[in-house]
């Protein structure tokens, strides 16, 4: 099981977002996170939509410019 970081639990995000969330940032799009994680691409969809809201970001380059300045994720 993937365990969030500090930031992470700071901002509120469960596992799954932020597992999400470096799928996100390796490039992958939401069916291909959705196969990796074995779950279906609805529910990534559910966690990418709690990942704007969490984040304030209203699209994907201004989600993961945010969990970078948040330390979510690597340079």
Avoid: F, Q, W
């Avoid at 992470?8 to 939401?30: M, S, V």
């Avoid at 559910?46 to 994907?60: D, E, F, P, Q, S």
Wanted: proline content about 1%; cysteine-free.
């Amino acid at each position: 099981m993937l365990h969030t970081s500090t930031a992470a639990r700071a901002l509120g995000l469960t596992d799954r977002e932020y597992e999400t969330l470096e799928h996100i940032d390796a490039g992958r799009t939401p069916a291909e996170a959705a196969r990796a994680m074995g779950i279906s691409l609805t529910t990534v969809r559910g966690y990418v939509a709690a990942l704007h809201r969490k984040l304030n970001a209203g699209h994907t380059a201004a989600l993961l410019r945010r969990a970078r300045e948040a330390g979510l994720l690597g340079e």
